[in-house]
C-alpha cells in the first residue's frame, strides 16, 4: 500500500484503459467524462483498447493467469468477471486510508462477494435493464406487461441480450414466479424462457442490436436504459418502460489489475478514484443515463419522476434486485447454460 498523499510516484508515460467500444455511448462517455478530464488534472494521457462482451477479456485472464504484466493499468467491465478476478487474486485492491472518495460512495460501490474483503475494486454505477419498445407498434402506449413478448403477432419482433443477461429474474416474474425463489426454484423463468424462444428475432448487445433498432426490426427488447436512451436520441422512435413485473439491477466496475509496476498502479488506482469524485460521477453517470455511487447528487432533469431511474443506487422499488453474490455465481455460469439450452435448440 501506497502511504497517502504519495502522488510523487513516477508519472507513467500513459495509462492504458481497456473499455467498450469507444463509437459506443459507454466508450464515449468514460474518454469524454473521466479519461480527458484525467489527463487534463494530471497530464498523463490515457490510451483506450476496446474490448466487447461481459466476460474478462481472455488477453487479459491469460496475462494474470501467467503472473504477467497485464495489457491494461484499469479494466471497465461488468461487475460478474471483475468478482472473479478479485478472488482469483487478480486486481490490486484500493483503500480508504489511501483515496478518501472511497468513502464517500454508496456501500453498494464495495463489492460483496464470497472470499472478497477490503476494495478489491470499484462499483461505478447503477444499471437498470428496461424494456425497450418501438413506439409505432404501440401507439396506444406502451405494454403494461413483460408477457407481451410472447404475442403470436409479435413473432419475431422480440430479442434479448446474449446468455440472458439482465433477464432472469424478470422471466421468473413474467413466468409467475417469485424473487424470493431465486435460485432455489426457478422453474417458472425457464418456462416462460421456453415460450419465448420462437419469438426472439435475435440475441445481440447494444453494438449489433443498433443496427436492427434503426431498421424498426425489433418492436420488444430487454436492454439496460443506456441503451434505449442513445437509440431514442438517434431518432430510432424507441422508448422505455417499466412493465408491472418490474425491472432488474445490475452495475459495472472499474479494476486495477494485478502485476503492474508500483507506480503504474498507483496512478491507476488514482484514475478509479477519479472516476469517483462527485463533480466526475455526476457528468459520466449523467451521459450515460445511470444513478452514481457517489452519494448526494440529485437525478439529472431528464429522469425526474421516471420509474427507471432509481433515488439512490441502493433503491430497489420497483426492481428485481439479485446481490452480486448470486449473480457472480449462477448468472455466467448454470443460468447461462440453461439458456442457452433452450435457445439453441
Known amino acids: 500500500m501506497h502511504p497517502v498523499g504519495q502522488a510523487d510516484l513516477k508519472k507513467p508515460d500513459a495509462l492504458t484503459v481497456m473499455t467498450w467500444p469507444l463509437n459506443s455511448l459507454w466508450g464515449k462517455a468514460l474518454k469524454e467524462c473521466v479519461s480527458d478530464l484525467f489527463t487534463f488534472s494530471t497530464g498523463i494521457p490515457v490510451r483506450h483498447v476496446e474490448h466487447t462482451g461481459v466476460d474478462t477479456p481472455p488477453e487479459l485472464l491469460r496475462a494474470c493467469e501467467k503472473g504477467k504484466r497485464p495489457p491494461c493499468d484499469v479494466l471497465y467491465c461488468n461487475t460478474v468477471p471483475a468478482i472473479?478476478?478479485?478472488?482469483?487474486?487478480?486486481?490490486?485492491?484500493?483503500?480508504?486510508?489511501?483515496?478518501?472518495?472511497?468513502?464517500?460512495?454508496?456501500?453498494?460501490?464495495?463489492?460483496?462477494?464470497?472470499?472478497?474483503?477490503?476494495?478489491?475494486?470499484?462499483?461505478?454505477?447503477?444499471?437498470?435493464?428496461?424494456?425497450?419498445?418501438?413506439?409505432?407498434?404501440?401507439?396506444?402506449?406502451?405494454?403494461?406487461?413483460?408477457?407481451?413478448?410472447?404475442?403470436?403477432?409479435?413473432?419475431?419482433?422480440?430479442?434479448l441480450n446474449p446468455g440472458g443477461k439482465g433477464f432472469f429474474p424478470i422471466a421468473q416474474v413474467a413466468g409467475g414466479g417469485a424473487i424470493e425463489d431465486i435460485p432455489a426454484n426457478m422453474d417458472a423463468c425457464w418456462q416462460f424462457l421456453t415460450l419465448l424462444r420462437p419469438q426472439i428475432r435475435i440475441l445481440e448487445f447494444n453494438r449489433k442490436m443498433t443496427e436492427y433498432v434503426r431498421k424498426g426490426?425489433?418492436?420488444?427488447?430487454?436492454?439496460?436504459?443506456?441503451?434505449?436512451?442513445?437509440?431514442?436520441?438517434?431518432?430510432?422512435?424507441?422508448?422505455?418502460?417499466?412493465?408491472?413485473?418490474?425491472?432488474?439491477?445490475?452495475?459495472?466496475?472499474?479494476?486495477?489489475?494485478?502485476?503492474?509496476?508500483?507506480?503504474?498502479?498507483?496512478?491507476?488506482?488514482?484514475?478509479?478514484?477519479?472516476?469517483?469524485?462527485r463533480n466526475v460521477q455526476q457528468a459520466w453517470c449523467s451521459r450515460l443515463g445511470l444513478c452514481p455511487m457517489h452519494e448526494g447528487i440529485g437525478r439529472p432533469k431528464r429522469f425526474l419522476g421516471d420509474p427507471s431511474y432509481p433515488d439512490t443506487a441502493d433503491d430497489y422499488s420497483g426492481a428485481l434486485f439479485l446481490p452480486n453474490k448470486t449473480l457472480e455465481k449462477y448468472e455466467h455460469g448454470l443460468w447461462r447454460e440453461n439458456f442457452n439450452q433452450i435457445f439453441t435448440k
Open 217 to 277: 426490426e425489433i418492436d420488444v427488447h430487454c436492454t439496460v436504459l443506456t441503451n434505449v436512451m442513445e437509440w431514442k436520441d438517434q431518432g430510432y422512435e424507441v422508448s422505455w418502460h417499466v412493465p408491472e413485473e418490474g425491472i432488474s439491477v445490475g452495475d459495472d466496475a472499474l479494476i486495477v489489475p494485478s502485476g503492474l509496476p508500483e507506480s503504474v498502479s498507483y496512478w491507476a488506482k488514482r484514475y478509479v478514484t477519479f472516476a469517483m469524485e
Open 84 to 159: 472473479r478476478m478479485a478472488r482469483s487474486g487478480f486486481t490490486d485492491c484500493l483503500s480508504c486510508e489511501e483515496f478518501p472518495v472511497l468513502g464517500k460512495l454508496s456501500r453498494r460501490s464495495q463489492p460483496v462477494a464470497e472470499g472478497l474483503s477490503g476494495w478489491p475494486f470499484v462499483i461505478a454505477y447503477d444499471v437498470r435493464y428496461v424494456m425497450m419498445y418501438r413506439e409505432a407498434a404501440f401507439p396506444d402506449g406502451p405494454p403494461p406487461s413483460w408477457k407481451v413478448m410472447l404475442d403470436p403477432a409479435l413473432k419475431g419482433r422480440v430479442s
